[in-house]
T-cell receptor, first 114, second 116 residues
Framework: TAGITQAPTSQILAAGRSMTLRCTQD?????MYWYRQDLGLGLRLIHY???????GKGEVPDGYSVSRANTDDFPLTLASAVPSQTSVYFC?????????????FGPGTRLTVL | AQSVTQLGSHVSVSEGALVLLRCNYS??????LFWYVQYPNQGLQLLLK??????LVKGINGFEAEFKKSETSFHLTKPSAHMSDAAEYFC??????????????FGTGTRLLVSP
C-alpha cells in the first residue's frame, strides 16, 4: 500500500499567492494531521482532523486552513503565502484518536515562499 | 504542559560504536513516549514507543529505549552503529488534551552522524 502521499514534492511560491498542499491516505485512518518542520524547532502541529467532517486548530494555525470532506483526503491551503511559511510540510494519519497510537507520516512537501 | 528536551543537536559516532541519543520529558500524566527517525528527504518513521508495562522497549533496526520515570528520561541506544543509521531522530510525548485530539509534542531532533 502507498500509505500517505503528498503533492507537490516541492514548490516555489510568490508571496501573496495561494496554494493548496494535497494529502491522501489509503489506510482508512480516522485521524489526520498537518505539521510544519523548521530547523531547530522540530515539528509543530498546524491543524488536525479526528474524523471526516471535523477539523481543529493545532499549535500554529494562523495563515492556514484545512478541510476534511472524506476519510482519505486532507488538503492544507495557504490563502496568501508569506515568507515565514517557508518550511517542510508533513501530513500524518492515525487509526484512532488514542495517545498511544502511532502516527504515520507522508514524505513531505518542501515549500519556499519568496 | 508536556515538553521534550533532546540533548545534543548533533551526535557523531564511528561505525560499530555505541549509539546513545538522550531524551528527557516533562509530563503531568503517565507519558506515552515515542522515538521517530527521519532519513534524508523522507517523512518520519516510528522506531519504537513506550505505553505501559516493560520499561525497556525494543524497536526496529536494533534500537531500544528505556523508560526511567525517576529520571524522566527515555534515551535511545543501539549497541553498534551502522552507516545506514545516519539520520535525524525525534523523541516525542503524546497526550489527549481536553480538545480531544492526539497531541504529539516533538523534541527539536538529534542528527546522528556515522563515520567509517
Amino acid at each position: 500500500t502507498a500509505g500517505i502521499t503528498q503533492a507537490p514534492t516541492s514548490q516555489i511560491l510568490a508571496a501573496g499567492r495561494s496554494m493548496t498542499l494535497r494529502c491522501t491516505q489509503d489506510m482508512r485512518h480516522n485521524a489526520m494531521y498537518w505539521y510544519r518542520q523548521d530547523l531547530g524547532l522540530g515539528l509543530r502541529l498546524i491543524h488536525y482532523s479526528n474524523t471526516a467532517g471535523t477539523t481543529g486548530k493545532g499549535e500554529v494555525p494562523d495563515g492556514y486552513s484545512v478541510s476534511r470532506a472524506n476519510t482519505d483526503d486532507f488538503p492544507l491551503t495557504l490563502a496568501s503565502a508569506v515568507p515565514s511559511q517557508t518550511s517542510v510540510y508533513f501530513c500524518a494519519s492515525s487509526d484512532e484518536v488514542k495517545a498511544y497510537n502511532e502516527q504515520f507520516f507522508g514524505p513531505g512537501t518542501r515549500l519556499t515562499v519568496l | 504542559a508536556q515538553s521534550v528536551t533532546q540533548l545534543g543537536s548533533h551526535v557523531s559516532v564511528s561505525e560499530g560504536a555505541l549509539v546513545l541519543l538522550r531524551c528527557n520529558y516533562s509530563s503531568s500524566v503517565p507519558p506515552y513516549l515515542f522515538w521517530y527517525v527521519q532519513y534524508p528527504n523522507q517523512g518520519l518513521q516510528l522506531l519504537l514507543k513506550y505505553t505501559t508495562g516493560a520499561t525497556l522497549v525494543k524497536g526496529i533496526n536494533g534500537f531500544e529505549a528505556e523508560f526511567k520515570k525517576s529520571e524522566t528520561s527515555f534515551h535511545l541506544t543501539k549497541p553498534s552503529a551502522h552507516m545506514s543509521d545516519a539520520a535525524e531522530y525525534f523523541c516525542a510525548v503524546s497526550d489527549i488534551p481536553h480538545t480531544g485530539f492526539q497531541k504529539l509534542v516533538f523534541g527539536t531532533g538529534t542528527r546522528l552522524l556515522v563515520s567509517p
